[in-house]
Every structure is written in C-alpha cells, then in structure tokens.
C-alpha cells in the first residue's frame, strides 16, 4: 500500500485515493537542509519535499512523502 501525508488542514494519512488511512497517525515530519540556529533552538530549513514517518496500525513507516 503507498501512504502520503496530507499537511493541510492537519497532518494525517491518506492512501492512494487520498482517504484518510485509519489506526494511523504521524509521528514526525523532516525536511532535508542544514540546521539553523533560532531563538528557540535548532531547526531545519525547509529547502526540499520533506518526507514523513508514519504509524500505521503496528507498521511504522518512514520516508513516506508529503502532498
């Protein structure tokens, strides 16, 4: 099965038709860039698509992409 997470109006999993997968969550989300240094703490930059580690059910899946 391909997963995505949509970001928008909150992050959550959705499948190849673009439904809402159920028994998942997203448990982090990366975007790939050097780490800058702000007034609270270290972030990343976002200078690419970012990717996505899910759980679904009792799959944990990383590197799942973002629409």
Do not use: W
Request: glycine share 10%; proline share 6%.
């Amino acid at each position: 099965m391909i997963y995505r997470v949509q970001l928008v109006p909150q992050p959550i999993v959705i499948d190849a038709d673009g439904l809402p997968v159920s028994n998942s969550h997203v448990v982090e989300i990366t975007f790939p860039g050097d780490v800058i240094e702000t007034s609270l703490g270290s972030v990343n930059t976002i200078v690419g698509a970012g990717v996505a580690k899910v759980i679904v059910g009792d799959a944990t899946i990383r590197g799942v992409s973002l629409c």
